[in-house]
């Protein structure tokens, strides 16, 4: 049993992702992508603009700010490289990588900005019109920084578990005698693949978070 366990799984591997490879262009938009997670972020954003005379007296400082909700999109592309493995009776899916779609979208009735000049300063508009320029370069990092990613990791792999179960259960995989679990490994974290530290668990209707 041993021996038939170590031959015959990597081959089923092989032949679960080639088969998923070729569902992946049936499906999906007409652009190949797969939007994982949506988060909605209060967001602010501060510019400051000091000046001196003579390096050595201040004239004051001109402090803008703005907050405004910042609505971020996640997504995969469907035709990057999958990976699909069989572990006993999870499906081990090594899914590509998730990204930002830029820019993000910003809840421009929910702004809120103010800006004040230092004692002989007269450009609170300027450097108020100076930031607002600036958010959308500034959204764009934000997007793609580790907070903002980990933030929605977990939706990102919901998704991803639940496109990939809709295939199994098309194919005739997703049974008992077969696969009744899927764990979702994302390329940024592939030390986690060895240890199976996380998984997605999607057993019951829907997809659900299952620890180790």
Sequence with gaps: M????????????????????EYVPTVGAA????????SSVPEVFTRSDSAWLFNVIPLGTTVSEI???????YHIRLFDP??????GQVCLVMAPQFQASVP??????????STSAG????????????LEKGI??????????KAHRD???????????????TWLMKEDYWREDKFHQIVVVFPDEVTEARDFHTRVDVTQEGTERAAQ
């Design 2 to 21: 041993w021996f038939v366990k170590r031959t015959t799984e990597p081959a089923m591997g092989r032949e679960i992702t080639q088969r998923f490879a």
């Design 31 to 38: 652009d190949g992508i797969l939007e994982t997670a949506t």
């Design 67 to 73: 907050r405004v909700p910042a609505v971020y999109r």
């Design 82 to 87: 999958w990976k699909l493995m069989a572990q």
């Design 104 to 113: 993000p979208a910003i809840v421009t009735g929910q702004m809120e900005k």
């Design 119 to 130: 004692w002989l300063r007269f450009n609170a508009e300027e450097n108020l019109a100076a």
């Design 136 to 145: 959308t370069d500034e959204l764009n990092t934000r997007a793609d920084d």
């Design 151 to 165: 933030y929605v990791r977990e939706a990102c792999r919901k998704s991803v578990a639940a496109f990939v179960k």
